[in-house]
């Protein structure tokens, strides 16, 4: 009979210190609640902003550039959002870890993606390039062709009956323009 008892007073402990525990969180949650609704306002605001500023500045651009510009801008904003929230809510051990594997992770992704990256920074540039358009008759190195397409990692070329592809990479820096699609 005294361990039922004492076992009751031991659940009826533990019960009454989760529920002060609760309760001593509760501010924190709500500040972190609030928190995270403001910076979701504050970052789709931003997005919506970027995305009309790169509308109006770049109408002729490729949406896929801008989209490009949006997404990364995003992935920063949400990221920062989130290690923020946790750091408010009382979890800085958690938020320094996250930030910290984030760089690593960040850092091994351009390593294994680095000619990835390479082709996309030198789309935006073969994009933006008012001389480099389809149907222009460039050389690129042995290679003489008209553009038929010009995307963010790769350019499509037509050779006689054939259509080449290459990476903006190995075309950014080493193009000519032999001729315009305008004649």
Request: charged share 20%.
């Amino acid at each position: 009979m005294l361990g039922v008892a004492l076992q009751s007073s031991l659940v009826r402990r533990a019960f009454l210190d989760f529920v002060d525990q609760l309760l001593d969180a509760i501010p924190t949650l709500i500040s972190g609640i609030v928190f995270l609704v403001l910076a979701a306002i504050l970052v789709k605001g931003i997005l919506f902003g970027l995305k009309t500023a790169l509308s109006r500045t770049m109408p002729g651009e490729s949406p896929v550039y801008r989209q490009f510009v949006t997404t990364i801008v995003a992935v920063f904003l949400w990221f920062g959002v989130g290690l923020a929230t946790l750091s408010i809510v009382g979890l800085d051990g958690i938020a320094a870890s996250l930030g910290t594997s984030a760089g690593f992770l960040a850092l091994g992704i351009s390593y294994a993606t680095g000619d990835m990256i390479a082709d996309a920074v030198a789309g935006v540039y073969l994009l933006r390039d008012p001389d480099f358009e389809a149907g222009d008759t460039v050389r690129v190195g042995d290679m003489e062709g008209v553009v038929k397409s010009i995307e963010l990692r790769k350019t499509r070329f037509d050779i006689g009956d054939d259509t080449v592809v290459r990476g903006n990479a190995d075309i950014e820096s080493r193009w000519t323009k032999v001729g315009s699609g305008e004649a």
